[in-house]
């Protein structure tokens, strides 16, 4: 089992910046891929960042140039720096694990999840 803890997130204006870190804890030794997700009230769940064990990254479209993930492996821990925030980045974000993978951008690939925090971006 890996339990995610996540802190960060809130309620920010158009143009600012948030943090968002993942603290993993549990069965974490060993590679494995980490995400953030995020979910919007009436739409489902959808990629925003993936990182593998060794950093290799991925971005969805909407967040290209916006977002930056990362991961301390020896901290267990996986951030999303988000900047440029839009009303529309507003949505419950989301961190999962995939012990079983080095790398993946597929929900359902994902075994276990954080607890989620709110992020609301205001115009």
């Known amino acids: 089992q890996v339990q995610l803890v996540q802190s960060g997130g809130g309620l920010v204006q158009a143009g600012d910046s948030l943090r968002l870190s993942c603290a993993a804890s549990?069965?974490?030794?060993?590679?494995?891929?980490m995400g953030w997700f995020r979910q919007a009230p009436g739409k489902e769940r959808e990629i925003v960042a993936a990182i593998s064990w060794g950093s290799a990254t991925y971005y969805a479209d909407p967040v290209k140039g916006r977002f930056t993930i990362s991961r301390d492996n020896a901290k267990n821990t996986v951030y999303l720096q988000m900047n440029s925030l839009k009303p529309e980045d507003t949505a419950i974000y989301y961190c999962?694990?995939?012990?079983?993978?080095?790398?993946?951008?597929?929900?359902?690939?994902?075994?276990?999840w954080g607890q989620g925090t709110q992020v609301t971006v205001s115009s």
């Open positions: 999962a694990a995939d012990p079983r993978m080095l790398f993946t951008t597929t929900l359902s690939d994902y075994d276990f």
């Open positions: 549990g069965r974490t030794s060993g590679s494995y891929a």
